[in-house]
């Protein structure tokens, strides 16, 4: 994966992809080499980002325009939504049996 944004000055040499609220955790996959990132929601939405391996990178995850697979903050005026990448997961942690407040987080698998 390579970083799209290093050259542009308007971002930090850092960034790779945005939109994101409180990545918790992160991992690769270690057979293919694709991305996962466990994003914790702010009122209702806990979600799961991917990106395949081989991806330019330069997603713009939708924070704070969505949160999981809902509307959350929308300027006005801004009908893109086929520019963010959607989340692949996501649950309501309100609905949870044994816990209210639950957040997501993801795991490694060493085989």
Request: net charge negative; proline share 8%.
């Amino acid at each position: 994966m390579s970083n799209p944004f290093v050259a542009d000055t308007n971002y930090l040499p850092q960034i790779w992809a945005y939109g994101v609220r409180n990545p918790w955790r992160f991992s690769w996959d270690r057979l293919t080499g694709d991305f996962y990132l466990g994003d914790v929601g702010q009122n209702r939405w806990e979600e799961i980002n991917y990106v395949p391996a081989g991806s330019p990178g330069g997603n713009n995850f939708g924070w704070r325009i969505m949160e999981g697979p809902t509307n959350y903050a929308v300027p006005a005026g801004f009908t893109n939504f086929a520019s963010l990448t959607q989340p692949v997961a996501w649950y309501d942690h309100l609905t949870l049996p044994t816990d209210a407040a639950g957040s997501v987080t993801t795991a490694t698998y060493d085989a």
